[in-house]
């Protein structure tokens, strides 16, 4: 099966400017994830998604930073505005439903805030 | 909320040498994965391993829910075996939340 899809790979952009970032999950999954990855740490969930509806969002930092899941398949992250501390990777997962079922990441975004 | 430990951070070890890879758990859980982060970043789901032992190849791995711990075993090490592996744990408490751990950096020696 094909994995999940992200997209850019790699994003530069100077602080207070925005960013969009593009995710595929796995067909047939209804779970979608977006983790933020700072260097050196684990993964950490900004929000998830059930079909198009938000499961959790509890630590995604919602004055800058949203996220949408039209038709419950593909999902876009966005940052406005962008500022130092979100340099990062931003990975993509996707699962059956709930979650007990094992997590398939995508490539990742690398983001550089300059 | 639960806390999720790996050892050793680092580990450092020559082609050909065994390894096994620690993760604790401060609840139960009722998910957990074993991933390998590759150095361009890419995480691989290496087992997906709630309970039990599971063998793929060289790697293997045994989780013990009630005492909550999980090991991960790597045999006969590879220079490509080289990278970051993460336990990511779902608590029971928790309707969705993943958690990973920080990580450990295995770095193999040709």
């Known amino acids: 099966e094909a994995g999940v899809a992200q997209s850019p790979r790699y994003k530069i952009i100077e602080k207070r400017q925005s960013v969009a970032f593009w995710c595929n999950p796995i067909?047939?999954?209804?779970?979608l994830y977006w983790y933020q990855q700072i260097l050196g740490q684990g993964p950490k969930l900004l929000i998830q998604?059930?079909?198009?509806?938000?499961?959790?969002d509890s630590q995604l930092p919602k004055d800058r930073f949203s996220a949408e899941r039209l038709k419950g398949v593909d999902s876009t992250l966005k940052i406005q505005p962008a500022k130092l501390e979100d340099s990062a990777v931003y990975l993509c997962?996707?699962?059956?439903?709930?979650?007990?079922?094992?997590?398939?990441f995508g490539s990742g975004t690398r983001l550089t805030v300059v | 909320g639960i806390q999720v430990e790996q050892s050793p951070p680092d580990l450092i070890l020559q082609e050909g040498a065994n390894s096994t890879l620690r993760c604790n758990f401060s609840d139960s859980v009722n998910n957990l994965q074993w991933f390998h982060q590759n150095p361009w970043g890419q995480l691989i789901n290496l087992f997906y391993i709630p309970s039990g032992t599971k063998q793929n190849g060289r790697l293997s791995a045994t989780t013990v829910a009630t005492e909550r711990y999980s090991l991960l075993y790597i045999s006969s090490s590879q220079t490509t075996d080289s990278g970051v592996y993460f336990c990511a744990v779902r608590p029971v408490s928790s309707a969705s939340k993943i958690i990973f751990g920080s990580g450990t950096r295995l770095s193999i020696r040709p």
């Open positions: 067909s047939g999954h209804a779970t």
């Open positions: 998604f059930q079909n198009n509806g938000v499961v959790d």
């Open positions: 997962a996707s699962s059956k439903t709930g979650g007990d079922y094992g997590y398939t």
